[in-house]
């Protein structure tokens, strides 16, 4: 199964422990980014020092919270895609968090991630929203995010996931559709996203990234709200 992840795209990559098990250095817990605030506010700092590169902008310029959407929206995608991918080829998802998902740290969203066995373990689970999707909530509201944002950025990655997960497989496009819907329709998420008249996902907040250009001028995804009005129903 970690072959066929891998197979998606370095997003849905995962090595596998034992549940309950730690895998030993060099994983690190991914609950450190709960439990020792340093640890995000390091990481949010590097995001916040790549982001001022990028955009040639002294990093004052790049406010804070910005450091931090686009660190948790990376975050999110990078623990989702796997548990979607599972879930979309008939795997049932336990309530995964933190906890129980290791990593190796670097800076990207790409970065090494190891996750338990019972996560993708057979039978017929209902899907949900994992506890990590919530806890990584937790970790960037304090850095002056709104859950809005939060969720948003949330909804934006499953729509990434699904987008690149159908895109690598084909095939799985019914199954991938109806289990995104099935995430999107949760009660956390269930008023971050909207379908515009043109039949576009179209999430109701912004990730911020945009602010982190020359004069807060910068692009918008794809998917913001800001691209252009919601169409109505």
């Not at 991914?30 to 640890?39: F, K, N, R, S, Y």
């Not at 496009?173 to 999107?184: F, H, S």
């Not at 602010?211 to 913001?224: F, L, W």
């Amino acid at each position: 199964m970690s072959n066929r992840l891998a197979g998606l795209g370095p997003y849905f990559a995962a090595d596998r422990h034992p549940a309950g098990s730690d895998p030993g250095a060099p994983w690190r817990s991914m609950a450190e980014l709960l439990d020792t605030p340093d640890v995000s506010a390091a990481r949010v700092a590097a995001v916040r020092g790549y982001l001022a590169s990028a955009g040639r902008v002294p990093e004052a310029s790049v406010p804070v919270r910005v450091a931090a959407s686009v660190m948790h929206l990376g975050l999110a995608a990078r623990t989702l895609s796997p548990l979607f991918a599972l879930a979309v080829m008939g795997r049932a998802i336990g309530p995964v968090s933190l906890r129980e998902l290791y990593w190796q740290p670097a800076l990207g969203s790409t970065f090494a991630l190891s996750i338990p066995e019972a996560a993708g373990s057979s039978g017929d689970g209902a899907s949900l929203i994992p506890p990590s999707a919530l806890e990584l909530c937790q970790v960037a509201s304090v850095f002056g995010l709104s859950q809005r944002v939060l969720r948003g950025n949330i909804a934006s990655a499953l729509t990434g996931s699904h987008t690149a997960l159908v895109s690598a497989e084909p095939g799985l496009a019914r199954r991938a559709r109806g289990e995104l819907d099935r995430w999107l329709a949760q009660p956390l998420l269930a008023d971050a996203w909207h379908i515009t008249g043109e039949g576009r996902f179209q999430r109701r907040s912004c990730c911020l990234i945009y602010q982190a250009a020359p004069g807060r001028k910068g692009a918008v995804c794809g998917d913001c709200i800001l691209l252009r009005p919601i169409l109505p129903d």
